[in-house]
């Protein structure tokens, strides 16, 4: 039973470059990360939120989204959020507009 749970985690034993055309097509985050032109940048943003925000709520945060188009726009709100609460842990993204960062 532990070695299923482990298999599940890493996602059934399976690598993301094995997954092709639809399961790419149905992905959440996919799409959100085309404004991001290096794949490793693309990586960091992803691991950075899934962190940040937990790997389930950053999913369950971009499928709440009411149009699919909004995704991106919201995936970047998350990121800068993000790294203003990193920098300023008090008034986080706030806190990055009112000092100019």
């Not at 992803?46 to 726009?73: C, H, I, M, Q, W």
């Not at 709100?77 to 960062?101: I, K």
Request: neutral net charge.
């Amino acid at each position: 039973m532990r070695g299923d749970r482990r298999e599940l985690r890493r996602g059934g034993g399976r690598e993301a470059a094995d997954l092709v055309g639809d399961e790419l097509e149905g992905c959440t985050i996919r799409p959100c990360l085309d404004w991001i032109r290096s794949p490793d940048a693309q990586a960091n943003a992803t691991v950075f939120l899934a962190k940040f925000y937990g790997r389930v709520e950053l999913l369950n945060l971009l499928a709440a989204s009411p149009d699919a188009g909004l995704r991106p726009a919201l995936f970047h709100l998350l990121l800068y959020e993000a790294c203003g609460w990193m920098v300023n842990p008090v008034y986080g993204s706030v806190g990055l507009l009112w000092s100019g960062q």
